[in-house]
């Protein structure tokens, strides 16, 4: 790197400085670098930069070395347009390795952050094959599938979460500010009818202990946080939502996309079957897979096949089995689970859809059977009153 100053042993009988020295094998490093590039740099290398940018910065990398430009002058043409400034951070680093003549596959490994194994791994595979275009270009293809899916399982579990909160609220609101204002027309309240009295007595729980539920959804959030950093509740967490109503569906099928899409692309890159399905295992994103795909990476290890391994396992679909058994035997393996990954991306696509679609009506039932009681419950004194007036 050109942050460094390389000193000779010449240089070293000449009385240069051993301050901030490495030495390694007779040969002496100072780090010239202060401590707030030091400090910064190590805050970049764990950052991580936005999916698009990175989609186009393969893209426009692969397009440039593709036109014969050398890939230093690539990385530093795009370094010098680059507007995120994390990005731009890296690209200059790029730039500083590649003038010492390290690839562009240690240059991503720098950054563990913002460039997984998979990237790693492919690039390397394009560098050895002297494809470096074609592995950039269907990288950029790959992270832009998996991110689109990956965005579609956040979007199917957020908006009706976020739905649940926004009709929560309003609740609260009403049961805390709208119904103690209602309710203080009775003066008796010994002689109301069972539901007012229901309602009376959650809104005066709700108005006197706010602050208890909010402490109770915060601890118990906390809890839930603290309990999947562990390795047992990390995998159950998984596991229950691997089970949940139509929601388990969708995460299935977007975790099998992921394995499918990643795992066809380091294949087509050359990288071993055993190494790939390591790296594989980190990206699925889900603790059950994770651990079901290392077994199945010993499995490989001991000469089994993969369909073999798989065959009736509930985590991976006859219908995937299958297709991986022909691509096997066909020796297209990468060609046949790029359309497994293909078909689940459909299905995932036609599932949220029709989620969308259900989840309105049964929100607007849940909040007309919540507004009816509270209406009920404070007409139907009234109406009593009325009815005591009337026949007086």
């Not at 010492?100 to 791994?121: H, N, Q, R, T, Y």
């Not at 297709?323 to 689940?344: N, P, S």
């Not at 849940?366 to 009593?384: D, R």
């Amino acid at each position: 790197m050109s942050d460094f100053i390389i000193l000779d042993e010449e240089k070293k009988e000449a009385g240069s400085s051993g301050i901030g020295e490495n030495v390694d094998d007779g040969i002496r490093t100072i780090d010239t670098r202060t401590m707030m590039e030091k400090i910064n740099d190590f805050l970049i290398s764990f950052q991580k930069i936005k999916t698009p940018e990175k989609v186009v910065f393969y893209r426009l990398l692969s397009t440039m070395t593709n036109a014969g430009m050398s890939l230093l002058k690539s990385v530093q043409v795009l370094e010098k347009q680059e507007k995120s400034p994390i990005l731009k951070k890296i690209l200059w680093r790029f730039g500083e390795e590649l003038k010492e003549w390290k690839s562009l596959s240690d240059c991503l490994a720098l950054f563990p952050g913002s460039f997984d194994d998979a990237e790693v791994w492919m690039v390397r595979s394009g560098e050895k094959t002297g494809k470096l275009n074609d592995a950039l270009l269907q990288l950029a293809n790959q992270i832009e599938k998996v991110a689109s899916i990956s965005w579609k399982l956040k979007s199917a579990l957020i908006y009706p979460a976020m739905i649940m909160v926004v009709v929560i609220g309003v609740i609260f609101v009403m049961m805390t500010m709208v119904v103690p204002k209602l309710l203080e027309i009775f003066d008796n309240k010994s002689d109301l009818p069972a539901s007012t009295k229901i309602l009376i007595s959650i809104s005066d729980a709700m108005t006197a202990y706010w602050y208890l539920f909010i402490l109770w959804a915060v601890v118990i959030y906390v809890a839930v946080v603290l309990w999947k950093k562990t390795p047992g509740g990390r995998y159950n967490f998984d596991y229950i939502l691997l089970k949940l109503p139509v929601f388990g569906t969708i995460i299935q099928k977007v975790v099998l996309s992921k394995f499918s899409r990643i795992l066809s692309g380091l294949i087509a890159s050359g990288v071993s079957i055993v190494e790939s399905m390591r790296i594989v295992s980190d990206a699925v994103g889900n603790e059950v897979y994770r651990q079901r795909i290392l077994l199945l990476s010993e499995d490989v290890k001991q000469g089994m096949k993969i369909w073999e391994s798989l065959d009736t396992d509930e985590l991976f679909p006859d219908m995937m089995v299958q297709m991986i058994q022909v691509g096997e035997q066909t020796a297209k393996l990468d060609q046949t689970i790029i359309k497994v990954a293909d078909f689940y991306d459909e299905q995932v696509d036609n599932v949220i859809g029709s989620i969308n679609k259900l989840l309105e009506p049964f929100i607007i039932v849940f909040l007309a059977v919540v507004v009816g009681f509270i209406a009920v419950a404070i007409m139907q004194p009234i109406m009593n009153l009325a009815d005591t007036i009337s026949n007086s």
